[in-house]
């Protein structure tokens, strides 16, 4: 009895999606635009967006210098976005404003290009290149748009985006640290205060500096050991200045009162 339902129910199944698939076919083939346009924005609003693209993909050259044309151009970069193909989407959204500056929606399409390429910002350990685009293009809205309703959330949208660069930029220098390329270490930590001056790891990479620069004396040559316990205890004057009460303080100061030693002797 329940197997009989069962197969009952996937034979109507399967007619209703040979039939939507039948139709569908029909308002691909067809020659006639306004029923294919309105179709494709009833797929649309059914958020069945394969089908909607398929539609306005046809009808892109037809409507072209036409007002239906900003509207499918608008459905198709919001079809692919609903799809998570954040490329293509961006691509739809940024060629929006491009082609039609004066529409009420570039706004919205010139954020949400940039979006897009928030959205393709991968995790810090990958290469970065969308999450610079990403900034560039954030920052060009609000230059665009300085009293948009969305000025907050493209500037948390930037400071999320520099963080990651600042994470990248950061676990580049301990790379170093970690194989005991102290003096590129250095290098790195310190691009990394120059590159992000109100970086929240700020006290870290003074730290990391500090113990670098001891580690570098400690296994310099001769000629080189004083001049390099010379920049630890530097480095020590800059982080004591900065952060007095650093957590770092009882590791630092043992390095400092080291270095001082070494360099009297």
Not at 52 to 76: D, R, V
Not at 122 to 128: A, I
Not at 199 to 211: A, D, Q, S
Not at 219 to 233: D, F, G, I, L, P
């Amino acid at each position: 009895m329940f197997f009989n339902k069962y197969k009952y129910f996937i034979t109507i199944l399967i007619s209703v999606v040979l039939m939507s698939c039948s139709k569908y076919q029909k308002y691909l083939k067809s020659s006639d635009y306004g029923l294919k346009y309105d179709k494709g924005v009833e797929y649309f609003g059914k958020k069945d967006y394969f089908r909607a693209i398929g539609l306005f993909e046809e009808l892109e050259n037809i409507y072209k210098g036409s007002e239906k044309a900003e509207k499918i151009q608008y459905y198709m970069a919001y079809c692919y976005y609903n799809q998570g193909d954040n490329i293509l989407a961006g691509y739809y959204f940024k060629n929006f404003s491009e082609r039609f500056p004066l529409s009420k929606s570039c706004e919205e399409c010139d954020y949400m290009s940039a979006y897009c390429s928030y959205l393709n910002s991968p995790q810090p350990s990958l290469d970065q290149d969308y999450t610079r685009k990403a900034i560039e293009e954030m920052q060009i809205f609000l230059t665009k748009y300085p009293k948009s309703s969305r000025v907050s959330e493209c500037n948390k949208i930037v400071d999320d985006l520099r963080g990651k660069l600042e994470l990248k930029a950061l676990n580049a220098a301990k790379l170093y640290y970690n194989v005991e390329d102290y003096k590129s270490a250095i290098i790195e930590f310190k691009n990394c205060l120059n590159d992000f001056p109100d970086t929240h790891f700020r006290e870290e990479i003074m730290y990391l500096i500090v113990k670098s620069s001891y580690k570098l004396a400690e296994n310099s040559v001769m000629s080189k050991k004083t001049e390099r316990y010379q920049q630890t205890v530097d480095e020590y004057y800059n982080i004591t200045a900065e952060f007095p009460d650093t957590k770092y303080l009882k590791e630092i100061k043992k390095i400092f009162e080291q270095s001082a030693i070494n360099l009297k002797n």
